[in-house]
Structure formats: C-alpha cells, structure tokens
C-alpha cells in the first residue's frame, strides 16, 4: 500500500499555477511524476547543448510541440506506464493551459537553440542551451514554471477574472 504525503499550501499553489485543478491528495500524489518530465527535458537539453546537436535540440523540440498540444507531456507516458506502478500510485492528471504553455515556449526555445547551433553560432546556443536547462530544472526542483507564472501575470494584467483551467 501506498503512502500518502501531504503538500504544504507552496507546492499546492505552484502546482495549480500550472494548471492542475485536482485536489490535494491528488497533487501530493503526483507531485513527484510532475517532476519526470520536466526533468527528462533537462537532462536531454543539457546533452543536446553539451554536444551543440541540433538533431537531439530538434528531437526534443518535437516532443515539446506533442506537450503543447495534448493534455499529457510525451515523457508523461513514462511514468503513468511505469514508474506509478513501482511507486504504487495514481495516473498523473491531465496538464492545464499553463503548463502546455510552457511546452510551447520550450518547443520554441528548442528550435532557436537547435538553429544556432546548425548554423554555426555555438556561443549563443550555448548560452540559450544552458538557460533552458537552468528553467526546467527550476521546474524540476521546486514546481516553479515560469511560463505559468507569465501565464498569470498576464491574464491578471489584463483584468480577467474567470479562469480558464
């Protein structure tokens, strides 16, 4: 049987920043499969700006651009196929408007960083390479996604009032 952990009131607002509108039990429940996807972008990221490869930079720019438009994260398969079994715990819930948000800016990102390196310009490729995998291991460590927190500001600044996650 598993263990039930409880969030503090933080990771709970962090994680409904994103766009996750599951109750708590729930979140605590994911909050650790929230984390695989995000951290798996940084790790290839990481490699992909390490070796300057714009094949692997668009590899994972097309998984970015699959995050942005489906309720799940590709990478997201990883964990509800098999790791929740091995941790004995629930499906992960389907991803808000924000949090596809930031796999649309991510899938962007990617292609820039890819192009830089394909045409030869490593130094800036580099410098947006590192700043991506900087962003998503934020994402990974502490729930903080940047692009939900745009997301917000946003909406706020334009006086919406209704949410649409």
């Known amino acids: 049987m598993a263990m039930t952990t409880t969030l503090s009131p ?7 920043m994103q766009g996750f509108t599951v109750d708590e039990l729930c979140l605590a429940d994911a909050s650790l499969g ?9 790790v290839v990221a990481a490699i992909g700006t390490a070796t300057a490869s714009p094949t692997i930079l668009i590899a994972l720019t097309g998984i970015a651009l699959l995050g942005a438009m489906m309720p799940f994260h590709p990478f997201d398969l990883i964990y509800n196929y098999g790791i929740r079994f091995w941790l004995g715990k629930r499906r ?8 596809r948000l930031g796999c649309a800016i991510a899938t962007v990102w990617l292609a820039a960083t ?18 991506f995998v900087a962003v998503a291991g934020l994402l990974t460590a502490t729930h903080i996604c ?3 927190l ?5 909406r706020q600044s334009l006086g ?3 949410s649409p996650i």
Do not use: W
């Open 10 to 16: 933080i990771m709970v607002e962090r994680l409904r």
């Open 34 to 42: 929230l984390r695989v996807a995000p951290a798996l972008c940084a």
């Open 92 to 99: 992960l819930p389907p991803n808000g408007v924000p949090r």
């Open 114 to 131: 890819a192009l830089l390196f394909f045409t030869g310009q490593a130094q800036i490729g580099y410098v947006l390479g590192a700043l």
């Open 146 to 148: 940047i692009p939900s």
């Open 150 to 154: 745009m997301y917000h500001f946003a």
């Open 160 to 162: 919406s009032k209704s």
